[in-house]
């Protein structure tokens, strides 16, 4: 939650509120009993508190509902359950959610002011590995990049092994971030010409 002591970190979650406010809700009216902004800010500072679960999520709405209601002065009488998260997120424009965020993240003084280094992260999705019979192993792999001033991940991607890359994927993921006087750390396979062909980068360092 946000330090109420701090005018700045108050200014940041109000504007963080303001943008999920206005991303379009993917649910139909009938039945919501939840704001969508609220479920999704309350899924955000869950994982930035380490419930990243979907149950992590609905303890620590039930932990922390008081405060919720009293700091955004709301009168929601009971947290959403694990299966209430679910839903919402399977109807989710994810990308549209994804590109709020990264806007809001460009617009913290941390990033405005000039972070240090962005680190690539390449991840495989358990469970996703399709093995055929005389073919190489497929499998869908995700890409984030985590920015060490802030302590969390920016902007990430996902894509499939036998349809895109991820050097594709970091490409992706740079083309939307302003890169002046950031370092970017990434695995040797990224550092070839033609990734760096962009008037935008410099050439790789040994």
Same mark, same amino acid.
């Given at each position: 939650?946000?330090? !109420?002591?701090?005018?700045?970190?108050?200014?940041?979650?109000?504007?963080?509120?303001? &943008?999920?406010?206005?991303?379009? !809700?993917?649910?139909? @009216?009938?039945?919501?009993?939840? $704001?969508?902004?609220?479920?999704?800010?309350?899924?955000?500072?869950? +994982?930035?508190?380490?419930? *990243?679960?979907?149950? *992590?999520?609905?303890?620590?709405?039930? @932990? =922390?509902?008081?405060? #919720?209601?009293?700091?955004?002065?709301?009168? +929601?009488?009971?947290? $959403? !359950?694990?299966?209430?998260? @679910?839903?919402?997120?399977?109807? #989710?424009?994810?990308?549209?959610?994804? %590109?709020?965020? &990264?806007?809001?993240?460009?617009?913290?003084?941390?990033?405005?002011?000039?972070?240090?280094?962005?680190?690539?992260?390449?991840?495989?999705?358990?469970?996703?590995?399709?093995?055929?019979? *005389?073919?190489? %192993?497929?499998?869908?792999?995700?890409?984030?990049?985590?920015?060490? %001033?802030?302590?969390?991940? +920016?902007?990430?991607?996902?894509?499939?092994?036998?349809?895109?890359?991820?050097?594709?994927? &970091?490409?992706?993921?740079? !083309?939307?971030?302003?890169?002046?006087?950031?370092?970017?750390? %990434?695995?040797?396979? =990224?550092?070839?010409? $033609?990734?760096?062909?962009?008037? @935008?980068?410099?050439?790789?360092?040994?």
């Amino acid at each position: 939650m946000p330090d !109420s002591s701090d005018p700045g970190q108050l200014d940041a979650a109000a504007d963080l509120i303001t &943008l999920l406010q206005a991303l379009p !809700s993917c649910r139909m @009216r009938r039945g919501v009993r939840y $704001p969508q902004w609220w479920m999704l800010l309350v899924a955000i500072l869950a +994982i930035l508190s380490g419930q *990243g679960s979907l149950v *992590g999520m609905e303890r620590f709405a039930k @932990r =922390h509902l008081a405060l #919720l209601n009293e700091v955004l002065d709301l009168e +929601i009488g009971k947290p $959403p !359950s694990d299966s209430t998260f @679910r839903y919402l997120f399977l109807q #989710l424009d994810v990308e549209a959610f994804e %590109a709020l965020l &990264l806007q809001w993240m460009n617009q913290q003084p941390a990033l405005a002011d000039g972070v240090d280094s962005l680190v690539c992260d390449g991840k495989t999705l358990r469970g996703s590995i399709d093995q055929k019979p *005389g073919a190489a %192993a497929t499998f869908i792999a995700q890409v984030s990049l985590y920015s060490q %001033a802030l302590g969390v991940a +920016i902007a990430q991607t996902t894509y499939a092994t036998d349809e895109s890359s991820e050097t594709a994927a &970091l490409q992706r993921l740079l !083309s939307g971030i302003e890169l002046t006087d950031v370092l970017v750390q %990434a695995d040797a396979l =990224h550092g070839n010409r $033609p990734f760096f062909s962009s008037l @935008r980068s410099r050439a790789p360092t040994s």
